[in-house]
């Protein structure tokens, strides 16, 4: 059984991690300081069809998806963890408690339910100061 996770670190090997999932990003907290920096970082990155256009639930909807990648191990790392969304603190909140208890659950086992022919995905994101 998958189990997703969502860990915080002070320093990360990703050598490991490039090893063992089949997508591997990696965001520098520094480049995603605002809301926005963060739509247009996780829409590049997750190549989702349409922009977010700002909202979090067409944000959810598409990391929730992800038809159009064919990976079953994804891994997000987010480097400089204090900068990411140092701007607004709630917004970082609300981002890690949406994947805690929305995106992680989905991609573990609610994918099965919600989606015809439906499967599971690991999908892990790490916070760490620094990687190396």
Not at 5 to 14: A, D, P, Q, Y
Not at 16 to 39: A, W
Request: hydrophobic share 45%.
């Amino acid at each position: 059984m998958i189990s997703n996770k969502l860990i915080i670190t002070k320093k990360l090997n990703v050598t490991n991690l490039k090893r063992e999932t089949n997508m591997l990003v990696i965001i520098d907290g520094r480049q995603v300081r605002y809301e926005g920096d963060f739509f247009n970082i996780m829409e590049m990155e997750f190549r989702f069809p349409r922009p977010c256009d700002g909202y979090m639930d067409i944000f959810l909807d598409w990391i929730t998806d992800l038809t159009w990648l064919e990976y079953d191990k994804i891994t997000l790392v987010i480097k400089n963890k204090k900068e990411f969304l140092s701007n607004n603190f709630l917004f970082k909140v609300k981002v890690l408690t949406n994947f805690v208890e929305i995106v992680l659950p989905f991609w573990e086992e609610e994918v099965v339910r919600c989606v015809v022919e439906g499967k599971p995905k690991q999908f892990d994101v790490y916070l760490a100061d620094e990687i190396e």
